[in-house]
T-cell receptor, first 114, second 110 residues
Framework: DTGVSQNPRHKITKRGQNVTFRCDPISEHNRLYWYRQTLGQGPEFLTYFQNEAQLEKSRLLSDRFSAERPKGSFSTLEIQRTEQGDSAMYLC????????????FGQGTRLTVV | AQRVTQPEKLLSVFKGAPVELKCNYSYSGSPELFWYVQYSRQRLQLLLRHISRESIKGFTADLNKGETSFHLKKPFAQEEDSAMYYCALSGRSYGNKLVFGAGTILRVKS
């Protein structure tokens, strides 16, 4: 599968623990996006990178959340001191920079905080 | 503010019946509109975009700027169309990030 890859697919963690997710985009894509999806809702934008630069962060991204994309390749999303409200599907997508271009999504990481 | 509204959570139709999934948006500027689809146990994927003005799997969508709508239509539903459908918008001034509606489940009954 040469599409967007996310790991792990599922993560169960205790409240207060830190978790880190990884996203490997399609290799030639210079844009990488993180979204969060809760039950009954569409994906909500969290942040995006153009190459290694993080260009925008949503208000949804509290200071417990941090994302990186070293060297403009894979990206990690870390959540510190997890809360039950962080339970959601975390989706990664990548695209080329051109406008109106298709975003390709990964299969997501489902986080459950108990 | 950017917003996408999909008023129906569930649309259930019989095979062969016409389908219309509604989408309304609010956006300041010139938006780019998309329909994404998620089949059972598969990843979210692009179905069509307004700028292409194409028909994919028999689906079409016309951007109506006066009514700020981008409804998805298909004249004859097939069972394999059963899926979750998301309307989304983006814009160059917003880094091409997508703003999604809440989604509509389409169930096609035999």
């Amino acid at each position: 599968d040469t599409g967007v890859s996310q790991n792990p697919r599922h993560k169960i963690t205790k409240r207060g623990q830190n978790v880190t997710f990884r996203c490997d985009p399609i290799s030639e894509h210079n844009r990488l996006y993180w979204y969060r999806q809760t039950l009954g809702q569409g994906p909500e934008f969290l942040t995006y990178f153009q190459n290694e630069a993080q260009l925008e962060k949503s208000r949804l991204l509290s200071d417990r959340f941090s994302a990186e994309r070293p060297k403009g390749s894979f990206s990690t999303l870390e959540i510190q001191r997890t809360e039950q409200g962080d339970s959601a599907m975390y989706l990664c997508a990548s695209s080329l920079e051109a406008s109106n271009t298709e975003a390709f999504f990964g299969q997501g990481t489902r986080l459950t905080v108990v | 503010a950017q917003r996408v509204t999909q008023p129906e959570k569930l649309l259930s139709v019989f095979k062969g019946a016409p389908v219309e999934l509604k989408c309304n948006y609010s956006y300041s500027g010139s938006p780019e509109l998309f329909w994404y689809v998620q089949y059972s146990r598969q990843r979210l994927q692009l179905l069509l975009r307004h700028i292409s003005r194409e028909s994919i799997k028999g689906f079409t969508a016309d951007l109506n700027k006066g009514e700020t709508s981008f409804h998805l239509k298909k004249p004859f539903a097939q069972e394999e169309d059963s899926a979750m459908y998301y309307c989304a918008l983006s814009g160059r001034s917003y880094g091409n990030k997508l703003v999604f509606g809440a989604g509509t489940i389409l169930r096609v009954k035999s």
